[in-house]
Nanobody, 124 residues
Framework: QVQLIESGGRSVQAGGSLRLSCATS????????LGWFRQGPGKEREFVAS????????YYHDSVKGRFTISRDNAKRTVNLHMSNLKSEDTAVYYC?????????????????WGQGTLVTVSS
């Protein structure tokens, strides 16, 4: 059984930093691409960042390039999202997702396993 559990969401002031973590269990790991998505108030769930199964490829949404960094910790089987210079528009529930294959993509429908989400609130 595959499980993804996010943590690290909280309230933070604009300009601050935050690290989200996603613990994986089951079959998810080095053969699976992992991604972060977010859903802001009244918005559709959107792609944030993804990393391939071999850590060789990463993608970012244009709005977070240069501010967010995705990484995998193989020893802990976690995928992390380090966020800096946070803005009010980053306020959202952040979801970890896994794709059944090593190739990272930015397409939400290609990710088949999802966590429950963790809330990030950025106040100005």
């Amino acid at each position: 059984q595959v499980q993804l559990i996010e943590s690290g969401g909280r309230s933070v002031q604009a300009g601050g930093s935050l690290r989200l973590s996603c613990a994986t269990s089951g079959r998810v790991w080095d053969t699976y691409a992992l991604g972060w998505f977010r859903q802001g108030p009244g918005k559709e769930r959107e792609f944030v960042a993804s990393i391939s199964g071999g850590d060789t490829t990463v993608y970012y949404h244009d709005s977070v390039k240069g501010r967010f960094t995705i990484s995998r910790d193989n020893a802990k089987r976690t995928v992390n999202l380090h966020m800096s210079n946070l803005k009010s528009e980053d306020t959202a529930v952040y979801y970890c997702a896994a794709r059944n294959g090593p190739v990272a993509t930015m397409v939400k429908s290609e990710y088949i396993y999802w966590g429950q989400g963790t809330l990030v609130t950025v106040s100005s």
